[in-house]
T-cell receptor, first 114, second 111 residues
Framework: GAGVSQSPSNKVTEKGKDVELRCDPI?????LYWYRQSLGQGLEFLIY????????KSGLPSDRFSAERTGGSVSTLTIQRTQQEDSAVYLC????????????FGPGTRLTVL | GQQLNQSPQSMFIQEGEDVSMNCTSS?????WLWYKQDPGEGPVLLIA?????ELTSNGRLTAQFGITRKDSFLNISASIPSDVGIYFC???????????FGTGTLLAVQP
């Protein structure tokens, strides 16, 4: 596609439920990133994929958070047993590869945990 | 998570005024990026800087990579209403590909 797309755009869930957030990067981009943005805050790095492998998972806040990427394209961020503090906008970005720092962002998924 | 120090936190200006904002860090960065975020959207890249001392322009926007590699600034000249939004700096250091973001500057422009 023309840009990074994310789905759903909004997700409301109950505390304790699992959620899956999807990211479709720009076609041909080998690097994919997940960030979290809490209300009125900057972006917090979660995880980075190069191809299907994740060399840097250092930002995942707990073992309830996991992500995978298949076929070097689509990525899914899963949050298990959601907590109210997980409420935030989850942003995905992609870039063309190791040498490129220019990350292009999707519109985000706004997650609300009741 | 770690964030860069960005200032000012917010700015309320008149249309036509110039604007300046900056980011500082205690660590050295090898790349600085400036993004703009509109409500309900993801950040959009404005300017990328890759060398210490580099000064780059994009229309009315000018950004510089500080000579110490620990800071960067963004200037917007002759502001217009569509400049409204949140501006974020972001830095990359070492061999990592992840970006560390600033806390953001909210810009409001009064017509």
């Amino acid at each position: 596609g023309a840009g990074v797309s994310q789905s759903p755009s909004n997700k409301v869930t109950e505390k304790g439920k699992d959620v899956e957030l999807r990211c479709d990067p720009i076609s041909g981009h080998t690097a994919l990133y997940w960030y979290r943005q809490s209300l009125g805050q900057g972006l917090e790095f979660l995880i980075y994929f190069q191809g299907n492998s994740a060399p840097d998972k250092s930002g995942l806040p707990s073992d309830r958070f996991s992500a995978e990427r298949t076929g070097g394209s689509v990525s899914t961020l899963t949050i298990q047993r959601t907590q109210q503090e997980d409420s935030a906008v989850y942003l995905c970005a992609s870039s063309s590869g190791r040498g490129s720092n220019e990350q292009f962002f999707g519109p985000g998924t706004r997650l609300t945990v009741l | 998570g770690q964030q860069l120090n960005q200032s000012p936190q917010s700015m309320f200006i008149q249309e036509g005024e110039d604007v300046s904002m900056n980011c500082t860090s205690s660590s050295i960065f090898n790349t600085w990026l400036w993004y703009k975020q509109d409500p309900g959207e993801g950040p959009v890249l404005l300017i990328a800087l890759y060398k210490a001392g580099e000064l780059t322009s994009n229309g009315r926007l000018t950004a510089q990579f500080g000579i110490t590699r620990k800071d960067s600034f963004l200037n917007i000249s002759a502001s217009i209403p569509s400049d409204v939004g949140i501006y974020f700096c972001a830095g990359r250091r070492g061999a990592t590909n992840k970006l560390i973001f600033g806390t953001g500057t909210l810009l409001a422009v009064q017509p």
